[in-house]
């Protein structure tokens, strides 16, 4: 984890190994906390990083339901604003994906597929109570505190619930994941044209610093090189199906769009089956 100070106002957590970002928001009446990571223990671990005490924290935001950037949400003590939809949608994963059989599912999974993430995985449930957002709001939220002005504004693309933050003194944008830097994006709860209008927003705001949901500090030149590869990915898929190419005919062309082998290889297939399937309705 690298951790970026900013300015006086702004620091981001840049944690590409660990998987996910976060942020704070420092004011002369306390801190405000930018998603929870996926765990109770990561969380913990960020504010003891940088010496903030739980009662310092005035108030968290979740940029969106997945579970890496709420499931700290637990360890708080302060509100916790989200989108309404954010709400909505963690109510309704408590009942379904989030249901205790589930996660055992998912975790017998990641044990025949990988034993050291099914042990991270297992640890987490052990103690993992799933806290649900206090403060929703819908379109956008301004709020002030310590004289320190602060935006949420619900965007979607990414997730229909994604709210980006924004200081206008600062001019820091917390993108949230509408920015995956250097990486296949994960989209399997997305609207492809909405996320690529969304990246069109982000290019109007005129930030100074762009923190990313996933991946180190970027800046425009990141926001096109995502909206190229959706673009590029879900018009090359509407060519196939148009032509009458199978789903693995359409996977295997060599000539979609890549990044540098990483870790997230196995999103370059997936994410244009997805994007296949989304097309054909
Ligand atoms: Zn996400």
Redesign the pocket.
């Given at each position: 984890m690298e951790i970026i100070r900013i300015d006086s106002v702004a620091t981001a957590f840049i944690r590409p190994v660990e998987g996910?970002n976060a942020g704070l928001i420092h004011t002369p009446q306390g801190m405000i906390l930018i998603d929870t990571t996926s765990s109770p223990a990561e969380v913990l671990s960020l504010l003891e990083a940088v010496d903030v005490r739980l009662e310092e924290l005035q108030l968290v935001i979740n940029t969106?339901f997945?579970s890496?950037?709420t499931w700290g949400n637990q360890e708080l003590t302060c509100p916790i604003l989200a989108h309404r939809f954010c709400l909505e949608r963690m109510e309704s994963n408590l009942k379904n994906e989030w249901s205790p059989h589930a996660l055992q599912a998912n975790l017998n999974d990641l044990k025949a597929t990988d034993t050291k993430k099914a042990e991270d995985f297992r640890a987490t449930l052990q103690v993992l109570q799933i806290k649900l957002p206090d403060q929703v709001f819908d379109e956008r939220f301004e709020g002030e505190l310590g004289g320190i002005r602060y935006e949420v504004i619900h965007l979607g693309g990414?997730?229909p619930d994604?709210s980006v933050v924004w200081l206008p003194e600062s001019r820091t944008l917390y993108a949230?994941?509408l920015i995956f830097q250097g990486r296949y994006p994960?989209l399997f709860?997305s609207d492809i044209p909405a996320w690529i209008s969304c990246l069109d927003r982000l290019l109007e705001f005129d930030a100074r610093a762009i923190i990313p949901?996933h991946g180190v500090m970027c800046g425009e030149a990141e926001i096109h090189a995502l909206r190229d590869y959706l673009q590029v990915t879900w018009n090359l898929t509407a060519e196939h199906i148009r032509l009458g190419h199978s789903i693995d005919e359409t996977a295997d062309d060599p000539a979609y769009p890549v990044f540098s082998p990483n870790k997230y290889e196995r999103l370059h297939q997936a994410n244009i089956r997805y994007m296949y399937k989304k097309l054909i309705g």
């Amino acid at each position: 984890m690298e951790i970026i100070r900013i300015d006086s106002v702004a620091t981001a957590f840049i944690r590409p190994v660990e998987g996910v970002n976060a942020g704070l928001i420092h004011t002369p009446q306390g801190m405000i906390l930018i998603d929870t990571t996926s765990s109770p223990a990561e969380v913990l671990s960020l504010l003891e990083a940088v010496d903030v005490r739980l009662e310092e924290l005035q108030l968290v935001i979740n940029t969106h339901f997945h579970s890496d950037h709420t499931w700290g949400n637990q360890e708080l003590t302060c509100p916790i604003l989200a989108h309404r939809f954010c709400l909505e949608r963690m109510e309704s994963n408590l009942k379904n994906e989030w249901s205790p059989h589930a996660l055992q599912a998912n975790l017998n999974d990641l044990k025949a597929t990988d034993t050291k993430k099914a042990e991270d995985f297992r640890a987490t449930l052990q103690v993992l109570q799933i806290k649900l957002p206090d403060q929703v709001f819908d379109e956008r939220f301004e709020g002030e505190l310590g004289g320190i002005r602060y935006e949420v504004i619900h965007l979607g693309g990414h997730t229909p619930d994604l709210s980006v933050v924004w200081l206008p003194e600062s001019r820091t944008l917390y993108a949230s994941d509408l920015i995956f830097q250097g990486r296949y994006p994960y989209l399997f709860d997305s609207d492809i044209p909405a996320w690529i209008s969304c990246l069109d927003r982000l290019l109007e705001f005129d930030a100074r610093a762009i923190i990313p949901g996933h991946g180190v500090m970027c800046g425009e030149a990141e926001i096109h090189a995502l909206r190229d590869y959706l673009q590029v990915t879900w018009n090359l898929t509407a060519e196939h199906i148009r032509l009458g190419h199978s789903i693995d005919e359409t996977a295997d062309d060599p000539a979609y769009p890549v990044f540098s082998p990483n870790k997230y290889e196995r999103l370059h297939q997936a994410n244009i089956r997805y994007m296949y399937k989304k097309l054909i309705g």
